[in-house]
């Protein structure tokens, strides 16, 4: 009995080494192309957010104009994000939950933008402008689960493969340092 268990042991951690995880294959192009898809995606918001946050309240009109280029910009890039996330599929199978999760993630928040973009648009530039978007963004949202985002950050920094990728990714490099300007 004692040799049977023993074999077993055995059986399992040779199927289990021959098997190895994604960690232990070096990352691949396509792996590379999915990490910046992903910085890729938020790094446009970020900047046009950085952008709005500049303007000077007394300025409705100038405010207004940076507002609708966070709307637009976050909705061209997420739904590109959407699109390249799709077409790469998930960067490996034990990331697949990862990958479901952003791939949702991103294409809700672009339909959203996009959907808050006519009636911001329409929104007189004035004092109430800022109050009104805001109204908007939240009226046109249709993001199911915001803590996805984080918790992708999170997946993958807790892999060392991916968050090298991730330090080593222009895009991503840039959303982590403020943008990129």
Request: hydrophobic residues 40%.
């Amino acid at each position: 009995m004692t040799s049977r268990l023993i074999a077993a042991v055995l059986a399992t951690a040779l199927l289990t080494a021959a098997c190895g995880s994604d960690e232990d294959e070096p990352l691949s192009d396509a792996q590379a192309q999915w990490v910046d898809a992903f910085c890729a995606g938020l790094l446009p918001g970020k900047q046009a957010g950085q952008e709005l946050t500049v303007q000077d309240p007394a300025d409705p009109a100038a405010v207004k104009a940076a507002y609708l280029k966070l709307v637009t910009a976050n909705a061209a890039a997420l739904a590109g994000a959407e699109r390249k996330l799709k077409e790469l599929g998930p960067p490996s199978g034990e990331l697949e939950g990862v990958h479901d999760r952003l791939t949702k993630y991103v294409g809700e928040s672009a339909r959203s933008y996009a959907a808050a973009e006519a009636p911001v648009r329409a929104l007189e530039a004035n004092e109430g402008f800022w109050d009104g978007a805001e109204r908007v963004l939240a009226d046109t949202s249709q993001v199911s689960a915001p803590e996805d985002l984080r918790a992708t950050f999170d997946a993958l920094e807790r892999s060392p493969k991916y968050s090298a990728a991730m330090s080593g990714s222009k895009p991503c490099q840039e959303l982590h340092s403020g943008g990129g300007q």
